[in-house]
């Protein structure tokens, strides 16, 4: 399955009568291949950030690209269109329930399945986005997240 998503650029205002619109900045596209789903249930859900503060959770949505897609045990293909140069981290969780967030046993242990890009270590908690970012230059990127579960 493979799903499209775009950023949508922000209306520029027009500086005065007949002034030409600024030239648009479209960015490049990241395409993300997920492997390893355990089934077809619920969603994939994807973020990618540039804000260390605000990984792997992705709450802060003015730092985000956002992306969810019905889940495939054959896996999931996704782009972020419109991504700027810069360092940026990807977290991914396979909601099977379709509830909007990460289920836990007794609030530590995740119950679905989760993925980061650069395959970064989970320990004893989330991967630090120093682990899991990776550059984004002038030209499309492609990757590949494993999705791994605990349970």
């Known amino acids: 399955m493979k799903a499209r998503f775009a950023v949508l ?47 792997p959770d992705c709450k802060d949505t003015a730092s985000i690209h956002a992306a969810s897609v019905n889940a495939r ?19 991914l969780l396979h909601d099977e329930n379709s509830n909007g967030k990460a289920d836990r046993v007794l609030g530590m242990m995740p119950k679905e399945g989760f993925g980061f890009s650069r395959d970064a270590p989970v320990r004893m908690g989330p991967p630090k986005f120093r682990d899991a970012a990776f550059d984004m230059g002038t030209s499309d990127r492609e990757l590949t997240i494993k999705m791994r579960y605990l349970l």
């Open 9 to 55: 650029p922000l209306c520029a205002l027009a500086l005065g009568a007949g002034a030409p619109p600024p030239a648009k900045d479209t960015g490049v596209r990241v395409t993300v291949k997920v492997t390893d789903l355990r089934n077809d249930k619920g969603l994939l859900r994807a973020c990618m950030t540039t804000a260390q503060s605000d990984f």
């Open 73 to 91: 045990e054959s896996g999931v293909t996704f782009t972020f269109d419109g991504v700027k140069p810069g360092r940026y981290a990807i977290a």
